[in-house]
Structure formats: structure tokens, C-alpha cells
């Protein structure tokens, strides 16, 4: 079984420069999710998905979009990147309900420079 | 938001030991799972636990849903290097169905 995939893995982009990372899972969950990972920070909430079509903010969303246009699919851009936003990203997802055990990618490793 | 305190960042101990770990809320939680993360790796599930009170274990792990819904613990017996990483706890909270808070982390070393 696959589970959640991420592309690409790693990841160098020049201040400015936009992209896309991709989520994929296979478990059919209804939710996703974006984390970024920093030293010390833990796991931080950018943006999650409870449905395809539905998106909302997490605790940290500033400089990202999301889009939630298929089920198995949900995709993090970075419109303008910064070097703030030099990071591991974490994709998860789970099946909804009070019992919410998350799964997880293997992060994409992204140096903004 | 909300946080789950865990400390301390860093523990260190030699292959063998017992070790415990805290996850502390000043708010109740209706879930609380306890992650590991392999270095280069996301976080794999460990113990998920639903019942205030509940002790469940996973080989040589064993974690408790505090009674008072507000901690958790996690114990690794005997440990071994393969436990290196770091273990992070998660919480539900009452009406965030939709959403897990984090704890930032224990990195942990086991010494030969």
C-alpha cells in the first residue's frame, strides 16, 4: 500500500519563485492535511481539508494556497516563496470522526535561497 | 492555539533503560496519540488512545489517556538504538473533530 505520497522530495527554489508540492493518498480518507516542520517548532497546521471542494486555514497560512480538487489529491503552492518559508512539509490525512489518527507523508525538504 | 506541552526537548539514555514521557494540557482532550519520526522520515503512528484512563500498550511501548483528560504518557521498556527519534504527542480536542494539536517533540538518543 502507498499510503500518503509526496512529491517532489526535495526541492531548491530562488526567492520569488513559485511551486506547487503534490499530495497523494489511497486510503480514501475524507480529510488532509499541511504541516511544516521546523526546528523546535514541531508540527504546525498550514491549511486542511475535511472534503474535495472544501479547504480552510490552519495555525499557520499565510504565503500558501490549497486546493482540494479531487479526494485523493491535495495540493500546497507557494505563490512567491521566501526564505521563511524554507521548511519540511508534512502532507497527512484520516478518516473523519472523533477517532482522528493522522497519517503521513515523507516530507518534501524545501530550501528557499 | 492550543499547545501540548512536552519537555524535556532532548533526553538521552543508555540502551536498556525504561524511559517515560509527558504530554501536559491546561485544556481536556477527547483523543491522545503518541508519533515517532525516524530521522528523514514523517511520523508514524505509535498508540492511539480514546478513554480517559486507558493504558495501552504496543511492545515495549505502553501510553495512558490521564484520567483527568488533560495528560498523556508514554513508556519504552528496554530500550534499544532503533528508538532514536523523535516522538511526538498529538491531541483531539472536543469539537475540533477535524483537527490534531502537537506537542513540538522529544528527541531521543540511546546510547550503546
Known amino acids: 500500500n502507498a499510503g500518503v505520497t509526496q512529491t517532489p522530495k526535495f526541492r531548491v527554489l530562488k526567492t520569488g519563485q513559485s511551486m506547487t508540492l503534490l499530495c497523494a493518498q489511497d486510503?480514501?480518507?475524507?480529510?488532509m492535511y499541511w504541516y511544516r516542520q521546523d526546528p523546535g517548532m514541531g508540527l504546525r497546521l498550514i491549511h486542511y481539508?475535511?472534503?474535495?471542494?472544501?479547504?480552510a486555514k490552519g495555525e499557520v497560512p499565510d504565503g500558501y494556497n490549497v486546493s482540494r480538487l479531487k479526494k485523493q489529491n491535495f495540493l500546497l503552492g507557494l505563490e512567491s516563496a521566501a526564505p521563511s518559508q524554507t521548511s519540511v512539509y508534512f502532507c497527512?490525512?484520516?478518516?473523519?470522526?472523533?477517532?482522528?489518527?493522522?497519517?503521513f507523508g515523507q516530507g518534501t525538504r524545501l530550501t528557499v535561497v | 492555539g492550543q499547545q501540548l506541552n512536552q519537555s524535556p526537548q532532548s533526553m538521552f539514555i543508555q540502551e536498556g533503560e525504561d524511559v517515560s514521557m509527558n504530554c501536559t494540557s491546561s485544556?481536556?482532550?477527547?483523543?491522545w496519540l503518541w508519533y515517532k519520526q525516524d530521522p528523514g522520515e514523517g511520523p508514524v503512528l505509535l498508540i492511539a488512545l480514546y478513554k480517559a484512563g486507558e493504558l495501552t500498550s504496543n511492545g515495549r511501548l505502553t501510553a495512558q489517556f490521564g484520567i483527568t483528560r488533560k495528560d498523556s504518557f508514554l513508556n519504552i521498556s528496554a530500550s534499544i538504538p532503533s528508538d532514536v527519534g523523535i516522538y511526538f504527542c498529538a491531541g483531539q480536542r472536543p469539537g475540533a473533530n477535524s483537527k490534531l494539536t502537537f506537542g513540538k517533540g522529544i528527541t531521543l538518543s540511546v546510547r550503546p
Open positions: 485544556s481536556i482532550f477527547n483523543t
Open positions: 481539508s475535511v472534503g474535495e471542494g472544501t479547504t
Open positions: 486510503m480514501n480518507h475524507e480529510y
Open positions: 497527512a490525512s484520516s478518516y473523519p470522526g472523533t477517532a482522528t489518527e493522522a497519517f
